[in-house]
């Protein structure tokens, strides 16, 4: 079972930056591909990041591109998000989600979900 557990989200002004963790706090050795996922206040859950298990390939929301980065550590079973130059718009609940993924960026295609992390991006 795989048991995804988001860390490291707060508050912070504009320009600043963020880096989240996920570790998979379950039992299981199986290295996942993994994604980051975020939901604003009234909005939908968005695509932000994915990355193979192998971290060999990495995909990007257009309005992350350059300013998000996604990478991993299996050895210690956890995911980064370094998010640099945040804006108000980047201000969501973010997840992170576990599964064996064929485009990334769709929901459906993740089995295991975090619990989420606040991120707050003051003006």
């Known amino acids: 079972q795989v048991q995804p557990v988001e860390s490291g989200g707060g508050l912070v002004q504009v320009g600043g930056s963020l880096r989240l963790s996920c570790v998979d706090s379950?039992?299981?050795?199986?290295?996942?591909?993994m994604g980051w996922f975020r939901q604003a206040p009234g909005k939908e859950r968005e695509f932000v990041a994915a990355i193979l298990w192998s971290g060999s390939m990495t995909w990007y929301a257009d309005s992350v591109k350059g300013r998000f980065t996604v990478s991993r550590d299996n050895a210690k079973k956890t995911v980064y998000l370094q998010m640099n130059s945040l804006k108000p718009e980047d201000t969501a609940v973010y997840y992170c989600a576990a599964g064996a993924i064929r485009t990334g960026s769709e929901a459906s295609e993740y089995d295991y979900w975090g619990q989420g992390t606040q991120v707050t991006v003051s003006s």
């Open positions: 379950g039992r299981t050795r199986h290295s996942y591909d």
